[in-house]
Structure formats: C-alpha cells, structure tokens
C-alpha cells in the first residue's frame, strides 16, 4: 500500500533524526529496503535469510562430524 | 526477490576469491541472530573485482550507497577501491578489501576454513578470528554476537 510505505518512510526519517547518534550501529540503507517491502515480501526475505543461514549450519555440522 | 544462496552460488562458481565474514559467518558458527546482507573480505585485484561485477552483471547490481550508480567497474576504479558494497536484484553484498582487527585478504584467508556446500566450496572466517573482528567493530548488534560466539566455543570444548 503507497500509504503504508509513505508513513514508513515518515518513520525511517523520524529514526534517523532523533536517534542520529545512533546511526553509525545500524544498516540504514537495510532498514529502508526493508520498510519498502510489504510485510509479506519482508516475511520471504526473512525466509530466505534462515535458509541460507540454514545451509551454512549444515555444511559447519558436516565439516564437524568428518574424522579429523 | 531476495536469493542469498544463488548470490553465494555465483561467487563460487565465478571462482571469486572471498572468505565469507560477518553475520552469515556468525550463523554459520551457530549464531541465532537474524541478519540479511552477505559480508564477504575478497581479494581487491582487479581481475577478482571483474569476477564479482561478472558473476552479478545480470542481476543489475548497482553501488549501495549511490543506487543510481550501476555497477561499472574501470582498471582505474578498481585500483582505487578498499570497500564495495553492492544491491542486487538478488540482495545485498558487502565486499570489503579488509577486516578490523583482523587485517587484509591474505591475512584474512589465513584464519578461514573451508565449507561444502551444494554448490562448491566456500570459505568463511574462523570462530576465534570472528570473535577478535567482532570486538574489533564494538556495535551494539557486534557485542551480542561475540557473547554467543563465546558460549558456543565454551559449548564445543
């Protein structure tokens, strides 16, 4: 919904601008890729995300249980 | 839509020189967070630099903090860059030519290890080189990785 993501954006710059010391911690440019997505698109990145990491994990596990 | 595995599977098979640092590192260790860019230390040559702009040329990558720039590296450029950070079609990766507290690609490949995964070998940064990077950066998010990295060292010995 335009109106939704306008309001987010609204809130990005609102972050930005009462916590700006803060900033330097945090990824802006994520956030806001972030707040462009609807909560569905975000929910699949999210997915994506802990599958990817998924797959590190199992390939860690492999490396593991291989006989040193 | 966001694909971080088909952005490590180019990396891999475009046979760029990285090590895989950062949060996915962390996670692979065993870290729970959550996190979404792909954090890689490679090699600044040139022709690594051309193996990274190729292996994304068609998933119109663009330079993340100027997303207007499209991604058209020059010999010039390339000897002129320390950091790339790149958006793609596919999500994101930051490319860095070295890491904090730990040094540059080769000293960094030195305190990697290697993992299969399905599509080729990959490497990622060791768990104690991880946790000194880590502390070396100090952020907020970095702290509470190091805390888990160091229950997860207590937990393997």
Redesign the interface.
């Known amino acids: 919904m335009p109106g939704e993501r306008d309001n987010e954006a609204m809130v990005l710059k609102d972050m930005v601008l009462v916590h700006g010391t803060e900033a330097?911690?945090i990824?802006l440019?994520?956030l806001k890729?972030?707040l462009m997505k609807t909560p569905w698109e975000r929910m699949?990145?999210?997915d994506?995300?802990?599958?990817?990491?998924e797959?590190?994990?199992t390939?860690?596990q492999?490396?593991h249980a291989k006989p040193k | 839509?966001?694909?971080?595995?088909e952005l490590?599977r180019r990396l891999v098979s475009s046979q760029v020189e990285f090590v895989?640092v950062g949060g996915?590192a962390a996670?692979?260790?065993?870290v729970t967070l959550?996190?979404?860019?792909v954090d890689i230390c490679c090699r600044f040559s040139e022709a690594n630099l051309m193996r990274i702009q190729e292996a994304f040329s068609d998933l119109h990558p663009v330079h993340?903090?100027r997303t207007d720039l499209p991604l058209q590296l020059t010999s010039e450029q390339c000897s002129r860059l320390k950091n790339l950070y790149l958006?793609t079609d596919l999500?994101?990766v930051d490319c860095l030519g070295e890491v904090l507290g730990v040094g540059g690609f080769d000293e960094v490949l030195k305190n990697s290890?290697?993992?299969?995964?399905?599509y080729g070998n990959c490497r990622?940064l060791d768990i104690d080189t991880l946790i000194k990077a880590k502390k070396a950066m100090n952020?907020?998010?970095d702290k509470i990785t190091v805390m888990l990295l160091e229950k997860i060292k207590e937990q393997q010995n």
Request: glycine share 6%; proline share 4%.
């Open positions: 330097e911690d990824d440019s994520l890729d972030s699949q990145a999210n994506d995300a802990l599958n990817f990491g797959s590190l994990r390939a860690m492999k490396r | 839509m966001q694909n971080l595995s490590m895989l996915f996670v692979a260790h065993g959550v996190t979404r860019d993340r903090p958006k999500g994101v290890i290697e993992l299969e995964l399905p990622i952020r907020n998010h």
